[in-house]
């Protein structure tokens, strides 16, 4: 069996077996006797031979080596498909593949010709109809071995059973109450070796996935399996279709092996396993940065196999693998980063998430709440399935909730990830009609009463009845509705319109705190941000040598999905240049500061502090209900409010000066709610420099 080793690759570690089970305590003691599969049929020289090289790799017993040996099995196959212990044999080799389904009908022909094969021929027919969705079926054999095991291996064989069974039932009723979602091979990203772990950005604008291809950096192979390294590789999303992934190339991908494992929302750093470790990379114009150890607080001498941002960047999720002899079990762990920028000790999450068996692949959405992870613990149908929890408000997780059939098989299903919108899901599986190995899927989540209109999505809805597509499972089941909003778009330069890379601030208006930083992109200016409903939020862009530029988004705690394009320009530092200070409140008709102005106010204070030689003129303005009179002093009063805390900040007076234009200068009509709302603001001009 696989002893696991910090060098090992994140496809070994993710499909590793659990226990020791697809291996029976006497496989290696079947022998294919020679004189029971001699025939008179011309041909038994090379198929004696195929046998004989199929054993040499059967004995290794490597994911790799049993491929291996199931090609010469196969040949042998043909000259002779009577023989019980090759049928066996050829049962456990595709047991220990991606193909598991097709082992039934090898042991099915083992059983038939001879009973009494091997003593837990009942246990491999049960995992045989497990991953068949003969549930029912699998429980029998499971039974008849269980009351048939040898009381030397009671021990190691009551606790895989009980598991085993429990699993089949948690299958059939999953299977009886399926999920309403198409699922999708992901064809144009998939090819016919090892493609999976993808990572979206929270609009599906780009696609990081690990692939191990004859073009993998170096040119090596895995001994293990047989296959090539891993590299990592990008796609992107044009008109709803994906481009056909590109290796990444240096310096993220190296001789080794090298895998995705996380993502931020706006696709700009990533997370990346190699060497047992958790790597980290920053995207800058066109190119990554050389990947370098996450924090000393995440790695450790144990496996990380797998991390994740909460929206804000502030908190990681990662999965940390115990070591031992047979296995490599995970749990979550969960790190905040301090005031210092570096990661805090973690902690592992509680055992209403983490079980004795694996918890792999987690990943949070972009709501901030919602966590995806893949386990063979809880209400597992078998292998790794997907579950979701939920942060409550007192910092408890709900109970994991299994994603449910067709999504989860019996066989293993990772490296979950959800688009912002919450229609989208991609994810690694094994399936029937795959292009090879481990494919990545697509899920689309459908409503409860969902109209089939036009669309290339809502067209391949409708068009389910043709045998092309997966699957697509009716119920009346509800979606929840994803409360969040998605800012996007990109900064540039007002005068040149050139993309600028800024500085970009999230702050909770009500709390007078900064709740992420993140910034645009250096070369094309591209940012994006999440927006979970329930904050009045102030969005900063800043960079030097510009005036910042802020934003406004109060979003009411039941405000559903939605996603809004802004291109934000920066206006240079010079005289004449002025900015709309969007997140200065007062309350109807007065021109008192509310508590929500502070963030803002205290920039320009900081501003004013650091461009020392700036004289300013503040400038209040109103739409056009009521009269001249009293909008113009209310504008005066207000721009005086705005003044009089600068100077409370230390500004000195003779560097401010404050005038109220009523409704003289208006910047959009006032003619609706919208525009009104636009053309009562506060100005910030330069007027000296």
């Known amino acids: 069996m696989y002893k696991s080793t910090k060098n090992q690759n994140l496809l070994i570690i993710i499909f590793i077996l659990l ?4 291996k029976s305590y006497s496989q290696s003691f079947i022998t294919v006797v020679k004189k029971e599969f001699k025939d008179e049929k ?4 090379d198929a004696w031979k195929d046998i004989k090289e199929g054993d040499k790799y059967y004995k290794i017993e490597t994911k790799g080596s049993y491929l291996d040996a199931l090609d010469f099995y196969l040949s042998a196959y043909a000259y002779n498909s009577d023989n019980p212990e090759l049928n066996y044999k050829i049962g456990t080799c595709y047991l220990n593949t991606v193909s598991k389904a097709k082992s039934l009908r090898y042991f099915l022909n083992a059983y038939k010709e001879k009973p009494e094969i091997v003593f837990d021929i009942h246990y491999v027919l049960g995992m045989a109809y497990q991953y068949n969705y003969k549930f029912k079926k699998a429980i029998k054999e499971y039974s008849i071995f269980q ?3 040898p009381d030397d291996f009671t021990d190691k064989y009551d606790r895989i059973i009980f598991k085993k069974i429990k699993e089949c039932k948690s ?3 999953l299977k009886q109450k399926p ?10 990203v998939n090819t016919i070796y090892p493609d999976y772990s993808p990572l979206i950005s929270a609009d599906e604008s780009i696609m990081l996935l690990t692939s191990r291809q004859p073009n993998t950096t170096g040119g090596y192979t895995d001994h293990y399996d047989g296959q090539y390294y891993e590299d990592i590789y990008i796609s992107k ?3 709803g279709k994906w481009s056909r992934p590109k290796n990444i190339g ?3 991908n190296t001789d080794k092996h090298n895998a995705t494992v996380g993502l931020s929302i706006d696709g700009q750093r990533v997370f990346i396993y190699a060497f047992g470790d958790i790597l980290y990379s920053h995207n800058r114009g066109n190119n990554w940065t050389k990947p370098k150890s996450i924090s000393k607080n995440i790695n450790s001498s144990e496996i990380e196999s797998s991390a994740c941002f909460s929206p804000d960047e502030n908190t990681i999720y990662f999965v940390r693998g115990r070591t031992s002899d047979d296995r490599s079990n995970g749990d979550i762990y969960v790190s905040k980063r301090k005031e210092t920028g570096e990661w805090g000790e973690p902690h592992r999450l509680s055992d209403a998430i983490n079980t004795p068996y694996d918890e792999r692949g987690v990943f949070m959405h972009a709501d901030g709440k919602s966590l995806y992870f893949s386990s063979k613990g809880h209400n597992s149908m078998g292998g790794q399935d997907i579950f979701k929890t939920v942060l409550q408000d007192n910092g408890s997780w709900s109970v994991p909730e299994n994603l449910g059939y067709p999504i989860n098989t019996p066989d293993d299903d990772v490296f979950f990830v959800l688009s912002a919108s919450g229609r989208h899901g991609y994810y690694s599986s094994v399936k029937k009609g795959g292009k090879g190995f481990t494919d990545i899927y697509k899920i689309i989540f459908l409503g409860p009463e969902k109209p089939l209109i036009s669309g290339n999505e809502d067209n391949l809805i409708a068009s389910v009845a043709k045998p092309t597509k997966e699957v697509i499972i009716e119920s009346k089941e509800k979606i929840k509705t994803i409360r969040l909003t998605i800012l996007k778009g990109y900064v540039y330069d007002k005068i040149t ?14 709390k007078n705190e900064i709740i992420s930083t993140s910034s645009s992109n250096s070369k094309t200016g591209n940012y994006l941000l999440s927006l979970p409903s329930g904050k009045n939020y102030g969005i900063v862009v800043k960079q030097n040598d510009y005036l910042f530029h802020s934003e406004n988004f109060n979003i009411a705690p039941t405000s559903s999905y939605q996603e809004i394009m802004l291109n934000i320009p920066l206006v240079s530092i010079r005289e004449g240049s002025k900015i709309v200070l969007k997140n200065i409140f007062f309350d109807t008709g007065k021109a008192i500061l509310k508590t929500e102005s502070y963030s803002e106010l205290d920039r320009v204070a900081k501003l004013l502090k650091i461009q020392v030689n700036l004289k300013v003129e503040i400038g209040g303005h109103t739409d056009n209900q009521g009269s001249y009179n009293s909008n113009f002093k209310l504008s005066q009063n207000r721009a005086k409010a705005v003044v009089d805390y600068l100077i409370g900040q230390g500004i000195t007076s003779s560097r401010l000066s404050f005038k109220g234009y009523a409704y003289k200068e208006a910047i959009s009509t006032n003619k609706t709610k919208e525009g009104r709302a636009q053309n009562r603001r506060v100005e910030f001009k330069i007027i000296g420099k």
């Open 19 to 22: 226990f020791v089970n697809t």
């Open 42 to 45: 011309e041909g038994f020289k």
């Open 147 to 149: 009351a048939s095991i």
């Open 171 to 173: 299958g059939e009723k």
């Open 179 to 188: 999920k309403r979602v198409f699922i999708d091979n992901l064809k144009e």
């Open 237 to 239: 999303n044009k008109n």
């Open 250 to 252: 240096s310096p993220i």
């Open 497 to 510: 319109n050139k993309p600028v890379a800024a500085q970009i601030e999230i702050v909770d208006n009500e």
